[in-house]
């Protein structure tokens, strides 16, 4: 019986295989790095153009959808703003446990847990929360990026299975007059 990471039985060590998994375990580290260092051309590299981002539940002052990659990246550069003067904080991601559930040719299922920190102006840290990411990748050309990426800030998605890719869009949240 094949496992679910493997393209077809017997192929794991396949030095393809082994480039593409690689690069998506790079792809997952690059997104917290990016974010919290407020590179948002590189975090709006990440993700596919009509990609998602879902989380459950938002935080406050954030959707709880956002499609297309101008909108993910408008969206997290006013949620890291909003921390650093509501919080005066800079946020670290910690995103370990990455789980490749399928590998295909140009499509990749992944979950990995991850926490995020608060290095305080004061010196001090503090923690804040944990979640799971649930991620669809597709490949473009010879680079992976997130199409879909739903966050999981309480209950856990199922490790197996497909997940709810028929999410409405919440409002713009560039809108004004809407806090982020």
Same mark, same amino acid.
């Given at each position: 019986?094949?496992?679910? &990471?493997?393209?077809?039985?017997? &192929? +794991?060590?396949?030095?393809?295989?082994?480039?593409?998994?690689?690069?998506?375990?790079?792809?997952?580290? #690059?997104?917290?790095?990016?974010?919290?260092?407020?590179?948002?051309?590189?975090?709006?590299?990440?993700?596919?153009?009509?990609?998602?981002?879902?989380?459950?539940?938002?935080?406050?002052?954030?959707?709880?959808? +956002?499609?297309?990659?101008?909108?993910?990246?408008?969206?997290?550069?006013?949620?890291?703003?909003?921390?650093?003067? &509501?919080? =005066?904080?800079?946020?670290?991601?910690?995103?370990?446990?990455?789980?490749?559930?399928?590998?295909? =040719?140009?499509?990749?299922? +992944?979950?990995?847990?991850?926490?995020?920190?608060? #290095?305080?102006?004061?010196?001090?840290?503090?923690?804040?929360?944990?979640?799971?990411?649930?991620?669809?990748?597709?490949?473009?050309?010879?680079?992976?990026?997130?199409?879909?990426?739903?966050?999981?800030?309480?209950?856990?998605?199922?490790?197996?299975?497909?997940?709810?890719?028929?999410?409405?869009?919440?409002?713009?949240?560039?809108?004004?007059?809407?806090?982020?």
């Amino acid at each position: 019986m094949p496992r679910p &990471t493997d393209r077809k039985a017997g &192929t +794991v060590a396949d030095p393809a295989h082994l480039a593409d998994r690689a690069a998506i375990h790079d792809l997952i580290a #690059a997104y917290s790095l990016a974010y919290d260092c407020g590179d948002y051309a590189t975090l709006g590299d990440l993700f596919t153009e009509d990609a998602r981002y879902a989380f459950t539940p938002a935080p406050d002052s954030f959707p709880p959808y +956002v499609a297309g990659r101008e909108n993910i990246v408008a969206a997290m550069s006013a949620l890291r703003g909003h921390h650093l003067e &509501t919080r =005066k904080a800079h946020q670290r991601h910690f995103t370990t446990n990455t789980f490749i559930i399928r590998l295909g =040719k140009d499509t990749a299922e +992944v979950r990995s847990l991850m926490c995020v920190g608060f #290095a305080l102006v004061d010196g001090g840290q503090e923690f804040s929360r944990s979640g799971v990411y649930a991620d669809v990748l597709a490949k473009e050309g010879d680079r992976w990026r997130i199409a879909d990426r739903h966050l999981w800030l309480r209950e856990l998605p199922p490790l197996y299975g497909v997940l709810d890719t028929d999410r409405q869009p919440a409002p713009d949240p560039t809108t004004p007059g809407r806090p982020m």
